[in-house]
RNA sequence: GGUCAAUUAGCUCAGCUGGUUAGAGCGCAUGAUUCACAUUCAUGAGGUCGCAGGUUCGAAUCCUGCAUUGACCACCA
């Protein structure tokens, strides 16, 4: 048997790709073929499903982290006899995915309406082929032990009977309905949006104060005029109402008179409602109930007419003067700025800095109007998801997110559940040409994709999931709608624990863009560094803060701490073969043995050892990951090695036999014991040593992933 | 307008429920090393723990206020 010492530096890119093919053959990630005599059929469940990354392109380090966090989890449960599972899947990520091929169809100047619904979905099935791939295969590389033979995709035809059969579901409860509402339209999508997806951004805007006049009553001398501030003129074709704050003493005399909308000299009243605030502008309030999400309420209260001069190009339409018509909103808004001038009726204009809303996937002005679409009826919904968090029947880590959650749901309006683009499930109501919301189907994800509605056995063993781990920003989007959705179609929560990661930014702490290119991408590290220096300088720094200053720094450490782990079985393992010692057991009995012990350097190392274990598992438990590597960090490298190993060199150098033998026999446990904790953060250098010392101690012992956690 | 978080060594951050000389990594300085590892080892310099009050025998840690930064929420027309 050739026996070749280990090499000195830890080379990763030779062992990672191999190890993780054992692993996978092995069926090691798979609940059903664990080694029975570490997991049994009864075994208690542990199931995690990965948070199905969106086909738009390639993993970013909020994945890779989130992997990390989630792999570090499977492992631990894995090696503690738990029946894990892991269920991976991808999302379809409608408006997103649809805008990227959109983006590449741009180039050659084509627009989806120039190749039709059917070209356009071909070209979407072509890059979900080309991104699904690459994506499921960075998680391959990163160490990933997701069951990929329960894959899901949010688009296949067991899923999507899934999705129909919720929304029939819904809809025969009476929580989806059709209707005519101001939406959150994109004109450049040309679809509606939830209002979550809408991204508000703080700009430099203008007020303009604009003089309306009263209509002339028989008794009144002179005109009157009431002065109304807006920062979009243009919808003021659209106007049907001017209206103030029923406490407003300084307009109380002017509630119920006639007022002439400007320009087009449209007749409206003067209402009074409470939604109006005095402070901001004059007070008084130019009511579009077409045009304005809180202006539709105020008409819906007091009956007003809806009159639409936007259409969903975002273009002047309708009843409106001739040389307003078909004007881009913006030209239309300089224009009507133009004619109130010439009227001498634009009293000033103001400079203000106020929140415009963007559509989160393109970017482009939203404009609110008026559309038939569906919606689900949340009130209800909620309630049950409301009362379930306050009793803390689901965890929120770090637990300042439960307040975040409440805060939202308790406030929730009726979600817009139907989009105008191609890519999606189509809503299931004859001659619908609509599409489901995207995150509608990512909200059946821990049920679906665990086989539901078909009453599978792994929904029977696998569901509620235990831990949900995810990024802050979809709290709202994501987390609570899985919330809601289980508890209705399940009536169970959906998982125990949601741990909310923190956000990576780059060096200079400004959120991490691909547009901007400040972005990082993990595969790069990986070829640098290795997966496990990559995982283990992403989890040291991950505990309950809310974000993570990225810094090469800690991957570097990561690295050299594989290699200390490489060098210290490098040394013990040279030993073993200078000596010629045969038959070594790694045991822990060898650390009640007296002459072992006499040694102070042994003792503190057995008792730090024990602390070290403890301090891992705790703090795995808590979502502390930072603290369970620093543990293992401090323990190894400073007590093990530069005290431990250093200490018993006298007794490898001149001792005899039997204690030299001993000592192996010591450190070779410590070791073992030491590549298990350390193993769910670092999975392959620690299974590339583990098989290395098996091999030279010639002992056969199942590869690590599936080894028992140290007692 | 509201909510939440952060503020500790040159840099990036630990420091859990208050308890002896405040820690790590990187960087820096000095030295070591044919004997596992220069992705190493040893030693060291460097902090009045954002500011101001308060509670306490005792506060980086708890309370109040303020400042700065960041994130989120809201129908800021």
């Not at 059917?118 to 080309?130: F, G, I, N, Q």
């Amino acid at each position: 048997m050739s026996k070749k010492p280990l090499a000195k530096k830890y080379e990763p890119k030779e062992t990672e790709k191999a190890i993780y093919s054992a692993w996978e053959e092995a069926g090691y990630f798979n609940p059903d073929r664990l080694p029975k005599d570490l997991c049994s059929e009864k075994a208690k469940p542990f199931t995690i499903v990965l948070p199905p990354p969106n086909i738009t392109g390639s993993l970013h380090m909020g994945h890779a982290l989130n992997a990390t966090i989630q792999d570090v989890l499977i492992r631990y449960y894995r090696m503690k006899g738990y029946r894990t599972l892991w269920v991976p899947g991808l999302d379809h990520a409608g408006i997103a995915t649809q805008n990227m091929v959109e983006k590449e169809l741009a180039k050659s100047g084509k627009t989806r309406h120039d190749v039709g619904r059917a070209e356009l979905l071909k070209l979407l099935k072509d890059w979900e082929k080309k991104y699904s791939l690459r994506i499921i295969s960075q998680f391959k590389r990163i160490g990933a032990s997701c069951d990929w033979s329960r894959t899901h995709y949010t688009l296949d035809e067991g899923y999507s009977r899934a999705v129909k059969k919720a929304f029939i579901l819904y809809k025969r409860k009476g929580y989806i309905k059709r209707g005519q509402r101001v939406v959150n339209w994109c004109p450049r999508c040309k679809t509606a949006l939830s209002d979550i997806e809408v991204e508000h951004k703080e700009d430099k805007g203008k007020l303009y104060y604009i003089k309306y006049r009263l209509l002339k009553r028989k008794k009144d001398k002179r005109f009157e005029y009431l002065t109304i501030a807006t920062t979009r003129p243009e919808t003021l074709l659209g106007d049907t109402a001017v209206a103030v704050n029923p406490e407003d003493k300084r307009y109380k005399r002017y509630v119920g008179r006639k007022i002439f909308i400007p320009l087009i000299k449209r007749k409206v009243k003067v209402i009074e409602d409470s939604a109006i605030d005095p402070k901001f502008g004059t007070g008084a309030l130019k009511v579009t109930p077409a045009h304005d999400g809180k202006d539709f309420e105020i008409g819906e209260r007091h009956g007003l007419k809806r009159i639409n001069v936007i259409d969903e190009e975002a273009e002047m339409i309708g009843s409106i003067p001739l040389k307003y018509r078909g004007l881009d909103r913006f030209k239309a808004r300089e224009k009507v700025v133009e004619d109130l001038r010439k009227e001498k009726i634009l009293v000033k204009v103001e400079s203000i800095k106020h929140k415009t809303p963007y559509c989160y996937r393109c970017g482009e002005m939203i404009e609110p109007l008026i559309s038939k679409q569906w919606f689900l009826s949340m009130k209800k919904l909620a309630e049950p998801a409301i009362k379930l968090i306050k009793d803390d029947k689901i965890k929120f880590v770090p637990y300042r997110f439960k307040k975040v959650y409440l805060r939202w749901m308790k406030e929730i309006h009726d979600w817009c559940i139907s989009r105008q683009i191609w890519w999606g499930h189509k809503i299931p109501i004859k001659n619908e040409e609509d599409v489901l919301d995207t995150w509608f189907s990512s909200a059946l994800w821990p049920f679906a994709s665990l086989g539901w509605p078909q009453k599978t056995k792994d929904l029977q063993t696998f569901y509620p999931t235990s831990v949900l781990s995810t990024a802050k920003d979809i709290i709202f989007l994501w987390v609570a709608r899985m919330i809601f959705s289980g508890l209705f179609f399940m009536d169970e929560i959906p998982f125990h624990t949601v741990y909310v990661h923190p956000t990576i930014l780059n060096a200079e702490g400004k959120r991490m863009s691909k547009s901007l290119g400040t972005g990082i991408d993990p595969l790069d590290l990986v070829e640098k560094y290795g997966a496990d220096a990559t995982r283990f300088g992403l989890v040291a720094k991950t505990g309950h803060n809310q974000e993570i200053r990225y810094s090469e720094s800690s991957i570097v450490a990561g690295r050299n701490f594989s290699n200390k782990m490489l060098n210290a079985t490098r040394f013990v393992l040279m030993n073993i073969e200078k000596n010629k010692i045969k038959s070594l057991k790694i045991d822990n009995k060898i650390f009640l043995d007296k002459k072992i012990i006499k040694l102070k350097a042994n003792k503190k190392t057995i008792d730090l050892f024990a602390k070290t274990k403890t301090e891992i598992e705790k703090r795995i438990l808590d979502f502390r990951f930072n603290l369970a590597t620093k543990a293992i960090y401090e323990f190894f490298w400073h007590q093990f090695c530069d005290k431990c190993i250093e200490a018993n060199k006298d007794v490898l150098y001149q001792g005899d036999e039997l204690d030299r033998k001993k000592t192996l026999e010591f450190l070779i446990t410590i070791i073992a014991n030491s590549l298990k904790l350390t193993h769910p953060f670092m999975p392959f250098v620690t299974e590339h040593l583990w098989t290395e010392l098996n091999k030279a101690l010639e002992i056969k012992e199942k590869p690590l992933i599936v080894s028992h956690w140290p007692n």
